[in-house]
C-alpha cells in the first residue's frame, strides 16, 4: 500500500520506519502477517540452498493459512511440481482456495491441474477452461493456455468450422499437411 505525498512516496514499511515494519518477514510471519510469510519464502528460494524448497513450502503454506492467497498459489505450484512434500491433494485444495479468492496465479495453475489431470485434480476440461477464462483477463499465459486447451480438447475442425460459418474466411481453407 503506497500513498504519494508530493514528490515521496510512503510505503507501509517505506520513508516511515515502523517498528513492526523493522522486523525481518520471518518474524512478521510468525505474527500473523501472510504477505511476509510469502516474501520470506521468496526469499528463500532466491538464497537457494540445502532444505530452500522444504523451507519455501512452509512460509507459503503459513501465507496461505494466514489467508494470503499468493502464497496458496506458490504453494500449489511447487506441490504441484513436486518441489516439496504435501498431502494428498493439497495442490489442489489450495489452488481452488487461491482461484475461488481471484488469485490469477492460483486460477492459472489450477487449470493446469485440471488440464492434466495431476496432483489429485481429475482432468476435466471443462473445470479447466473454466479457471483459465477467469484469468485470462489479468494474465497472457492464461489466456495462452484457455487457447490451447480449447484448441486441444474441443476438436479445432470445429472450431474452424464455426469461424469459417461464421465468416472468418482463413477458417475455411484446411491448414496445409504437416511435414
Keep these: 500500500m503506497k500513498r504519494k505525498m508530493g514528490n515521496i512516496a510512503f510505503g507501509v514499511c517505506g520513508a516511515l520506519m515502523l517498528v513492526a515494519c523493522s522486523r525481518s518477514p520471518e518474524a512478521r510471519c510468525k505474527k500473523g502477517d501472510g504477505s511476509a510469510c510469502a516474501v520470506a519464502g521468496d526469499q528463500v528460494r532466491k538464497r537457494g540452498g540445502k532444505d530452500a524448497n522444504a523451507t519455501a513450502c512452509e512460509f507459503y503454506r503459513s501465507a496461505c493459512g494466514f489467508a494470503y492467497f499468493t502464497g496458496c498459489a506458490n504453494l500449489g505450484a511447487m506441490l504441484a ?38 496432483e489429485g ?20 499465459t492464461a489466456c495462452d493456455n484457455l487457447g490451447a486447451t480449447l484448441v486441444r480438447d474441443q476438436k479445432p475442425g470445429a472450431l474452424l468450422a464455426k469461424a469459417c460459418t461464421g465468416g472468418v474466411e482463413e477458417a475455411c481453407t484446411p491448414p496445409p499437411a504437416g511435414p
Design 81 to 118: 511440481r513436486h518441489e516439496c512434500e504435501g498431502e494428498g491433494g493439497e495442490a489442489l485444495r489450495v489452488l481452488e482456495r487461491a482461484c475461488d479468492s481471484d488469485d490469477v496465479t492460483g486460477c492459472n495453475n489450477l487449470g493446469m491441474l485440471f488440464r492434466d489431470g495431476a
Design 121 to 140: 485434480a481429475p482432468r476435466d476440461p471443462v473445470r479447466a477452461v473454466a479457471s483459465f477464462r477467469k484469468a485470462c483477463p489479468r494474465s497472457a
